[in-house]
């Protein structure tokens, strides 16, 4: 028991450098963050806007990832060092700490860059889509991917695993409120 509880603190800490690489990421463009909220799923920093310049938006995505693709890298390195030591068992075990925190990491890396927004990758996609396309007409075509994720994920969690459903609703509820919000600035930057 107490592996697992340091196991999900230290997931924990992995998850805050998540959202300290988009905070970080976003003060360098000026934008600063109100606050990172900690979920059961996940964590949201939140920003006091969204960048509206895709290449900005697109690196503040991309921090997050990034950060636990290092913490992968960095844990890979240290097992494979302990393996050149002698220590394969204490390095690849299948439960030995490291690996599974580095085999979580890369999983956080892979869940948020699905094109599902508001998750990263759907931030990338909007990113990537406004660079060709009116930022109205990308954010509404990324939120509508994101909520075709969302109702594939709510399939999977009814058979599979009903922590697919919690993801899903996330997903899907974000998805429409990020569309609204930006429907709604549009409208208010067309009467300005």
């Given amino acids: 028991a107490l592996y697992a509880v340091l196991f999900v603190l230290v997931l924990f800490v992995c998850v805050v450098l ?80 490291w690996a599974q925190l580095l085999l979580a990491n890369l999983i956080i890396v892979g869940f948020n860059l699905l094109p599902a927004f508001p998750m990263d990758g759907g931030r990338v996609l909007r990113a990537l889509l406004a660079m060709r396309l009116s930022y109205d007409r990308a954010t509404t075509i990324a939120a509508r991917v994101g909520q075709g994720i969302a109702i594939l994920f709510a399939t999977i969690g009814i058979y599979y695993n009903p922590l697919l459903l919690l993801v899903a609703i996330f997903v899907f509820v974000g998805a429409e409120g990020e569309a609204r919000l930006t429907r709604i600035v549009s409208t208010m930057d067309g009467q300005k």
């Fill in 18 to 97: 998540h959202e300290l690489g988009h905070a970080l990421t976003a003060r360098r463009f000026g934008i600063q963050t109100r606050d990172i909220t900690l979920y059961p799923i996940g964590g949201v920093a939140r920003l006091e806007r969204i960048p509206r310049q895709p290449s900005q938006e697109l690196w503040v995505a991309l921090a997050g990832p990034a950060v636990n693709l290092a913490i992968a890298t960095l844990l890979f390195m240290m097992l494979w060092a302990f393996t050149s030591m002698g220590w394969e068992h204490f390095a690849m075990a299948e439960d030995s700490f």
